[in-house]
């Protein structure tokens, strides 16, 4: 069977669960403020910055077995995401007050659709080269548009580079990684730039 990559919209329902987490979790699991006034008064509840902690490394966990093309890690990663979140939600669902459970299956199905994608992905395999972005295979308005959003996003380039640089076997070191990194994001935005002078 051909190889599918489904990373990229994995990774995207996934941050959008984290966002979806992020702004109502307070609100779903503790009935009390929103998270701008959180953020106001400085006050997080623990469990609230706990799920925020291990969602991330889920998502962290996920682009390593990504980048290293490991079908067990993949498969142990998926089978646990599965256990844990549909044993948080079922037993949260179950908890809760009827008002707070729109919140708990809007947080499910985002994740289910999340976890269909990680399944397709562990179903067909890996592509050859996983150090691809998604949105560099060709130029234009669309794509261009994802990279500024991608690239305005503090931290997140970086991060991925890091990472990347982490899991691949490779002789550069972390500064010439940032520097051929960098060199493609300059390349693909100069193609864009091309491009919108053209029309």
Known sequence: RPASDAYALCFLFDSI??????????????????????????LFPYDFVFSLLVIFSLIVLE????????HLSKAILHYFNL??????CFFTYWHCAPFQRKFVVAAFSLKCVS?????????????????????????DYLTSYVFMIYYSVPFIHEL???????????????????????????LFSVKAGLLSRRD
Not at 27 to 40: D, E, G, I
Not at 115 to 139: D, E, I, W
Request: aromatic share 16%; hydrophobic share 45%.
């Open 83 to 88: 256990a844990l979140f549909t044993t948080f």
């Open 160 to 186: 991925r580079s890091i990472l990347d640089w982490t899991c691949t076997e490779t002789s550069l070191k972390l500064i010439d990684w940032m520097k051929l990194e960098d060199i493609r994001m300059t």
């Open 17 to 42: 669960f984290f966002i979806f987490v992020t702004v109502t979790y307070q609100r779903a699991m503790h009935n009390t403020q929103s998270l701008v006034q959180s953020v106001y008064q400085q």
């Open 115 to 139: 976890l269909a994608f990680s399944a397709r992905q562990l179903h067909c395999g890996y592509p050859k080269v996983t150090a691809n972005y998604f949105f560099m295979h060709r130029v």
């Open 63 to 70: 682009r390593a077995a990504y980048v290293t093309r490991s």
